[in-house]
């Protein structure tokens, strides 16, 4: 920072700061880009590994469960854990190519699909909840029927659902409000 | 006008050394603007260097170089910050910080650029991602044409921002951003 610099003008202010990192060589982010590759690819096969191990879990399950709701259930559970394993064996052997996050779409467009992202996975919608709904009380009939009695899931079951729908709800609220705002942002005109 | 680079022929390796020639001291600036912590700087300011990097895979020259690399360097940066946004205090729209009264008193003949810096960067903190980008690009002197391709907003839109901006500028800085 130079010591003659008008105080009254922010962009002089601004632009003449004193550099505090220098730029990375290409062999550094070359380097850096390999690690990222690296840990993206370790993570795939934690991945497929996990998955993997679920679905024999689950199959033992549907085996050992008496009744059809929660082995129809479990099916489910199945499903989705085939379709995510399929997804990281195609993500492991695709191409390394920027992901649409980072490609360099205009700001405004960038910042709508992470905000939308955000607000879709958080969304109050039954269409996602139920089968949540679903899931949790499958796990919780197994687990607690296993060491409790069930008559105390009775009570934390709704509880602890309450709360989660009751977050998503002001997370998916605040969202909104910041999709409307960054609308009203591109609209402002002469 | 910024400086140009053809490209189309150039390698990604070629691309990504010219840009930080260039605006290397441009980024190291823009981080400052998204994180106040110096260790995460650094790592930030790593990360959009990866992804400028990455992204010239992909550069074919369709707009300047300079605005592809504002734009990268703006989204990474944005990104970083919804991630962040938990653990940070709400943030404001310009128009926020326009109603919001000025709790900073006027910089005497006596203040150090240091503080006025400070002021600088506080205010630039409290804004969203948007509001956020449109004042770095008018502080950074981009020209409005860019400034709107850089965000993908109108010129006019990107008029009535700046005026903002100069208002706000000005009633924290005096005189300032009524060039």
């Known amino acids: ?190 | 006008m910024p400086p140009t680079i053809s490209s189309v022929s150039q390698s990604q390796d070629d691309l990504y050394k010219q840009t930080t020639e260039m605006y290397g001291e441009a980024l190291d600036r823009l981080v400052r603007a998204y994180e106040l912590d110096a260790d995460k700087r650094r790592d930030l300011l790593q990360e959009i260097h990866l992804a400028l990097w990455r992204s010239f895979e992909q550069f074919e020259a369709r707009c300047s170089v300079r605005t592809w690399m504002y734009r990268v360097a703006h989204n990474t940066a944005a990104s970083y910050v919804m991630r962040q946004r938990r653990l940070n205090a709400r943030l404001l729209s310009l128009e926020d910080i326009e109603a919001m009264p000025d709790s900073a008193g006027p910089s005497g003949p006596d203040s150090a650029d240091r503080i006025a810096l400070e002021r600088l960067l506080e205010l630039i903190h409290q804004l969203r991602p948007p509001d956020r980008e449109l004042m770095l690009l008018y502080l950074e002197d981009v020209d409005a044409a860019t400034m709107g391709e850089i965000m993908g907003i109108s010129a006019g839109n990107v008029r009535v921002q700046i005026h903002r901006i100069k208002a706000i500028l000005a009633r924290r800085f005096h005189a300032g951003g009524q060039r």
């Open chain 1, 1 to 190: 920072m130079t010591t003659q610099i008008p105080q009254d003008d922010p962009r002089l202010i601004w632009q003449n700061q004193r550099r505090e990192h220098s730029s990375m060589t290409v062999e550094e982010v070359r380097l850096r880009a390999y690690a990222l590759q690296t840990r993206i690819h370790r993570n795939l096969i934690v991945t497929i590994a996990v998955g993997f191990a679920l679905l024999v879990f689950s199959a033992m399950m549907i085996m050992r469960l008496p009744y059809t709701p929660p082995r129809v259930i479990v099916a489910v559970l199945i499903v989705l854990i085939v379709i995510t394993i399929n997804r990281a064996y195609r993500a492991f052997w695709a191409p390394d190519t920027l992901s649409d996050d980072a490609a360099p779409s205009a700001c405004l467009d960038f910042y709508r699909r992470e905000l939308t992202a955000q607000y879709r996975a958080v969304a109050l919608s039954w269409r996602r909840l139920l089968p949540e709904i679903a899931l949790l009380a499958v796990v919780v009939r197994i687990s607690f029927m296993a060491t409790f009695r069930f008559d105390s899931a009775r009570i934390l079951l709704p509880v602890f659902l309450a709360i989660t729908l009751a977050g998503r709800y002001w997370r998916a609220r605040k969202l909104k409000r910041e999709l409307e705002t960054l609308s009203t942002f591109e609209k402002e005109d002469n």
